[in-house]
C-alpha cells in the first residue's frame, strides 16, 4: 500500500533532462572556389561552406545571367533617358525636323540618320545577344 503513493508521486514528476551543449551564437555561410580551405567552425560559431568550380569565381551568379537589358525601365542606362528627354524637348529648336519654331526642316534628315542608325544598333545587339 505505501508503494502505490510514491509511485504516483514518481510518475507526476517530469523526468530530468540531460545538460545540453551551448548552441552556437553565429551561423556563417560562404561559398568558396576551386582548392580554396573552407573555415572551420568552432564553439560559437557553425561555418557552412558551398564548394563551386573555379571557372565561377569571377562570373556574375547565375539568376543574374541572361536577362536582356530591355526588361523594365530600372535596366535604361542614364545616358538613354536623357538622350531620349532631349529627344522629346528638341521640338520648336534649330534642327528639329518640326513645323513648329525656326530651322524646323533642317532636323529632318539628321532625325532620319538618327533613327537608322538606333534601329541597326537594336539589330546588332540583339544578334550578339549582348545584355
Avoid: H
Amino acid at each position: 500500500m505505501i508503494l502505490l503513493p510514491a509511485l504516483l508521486l514518481a510518475a507526476a514528476q517530469p523526468p530530468v533532462a540531460p545538460p545540453s551543449a551551448p548552441e552556437p551564437q553565429r551561423y556563417n555561410t560562404l561559398v568558396v572556389f576551386g582548392d580554396d580551405p573552407c573555415p572551420r567552425s568552432s564553439d560559437t560559431e557553425v561555418v557552412v561552406c558551398a564548394r563551386m568550380p573555379e571557372n565561377e569565381r569571377y562570373r556574375l551568379p547565375k539568376r543574374f545571367r541572361g536577362k536582356k537589358a530591355s526588361e523594365g525601365p530600372e535596366s535604361v542606362a542614364w545616358g538613354r533617358k536623357v538622350e531620349s528627354l532631349e529627344y522629346v524637348s528638341r521640338v520648336g529648336r534649330p534642327n528639329s525636323c518640326s513645323v513648329v519654331g525656326s530651322f524646323g526642316a533642317t532636323g529632318c534628315f539628321q532625325q532620319f540618320i538618327r533613327q537608322a542608325r538606333e534601329e541597326r544598333e537594336a539589330e546588332q545587339q540583339e544578334k550578339n545577344d549582348i545584355p
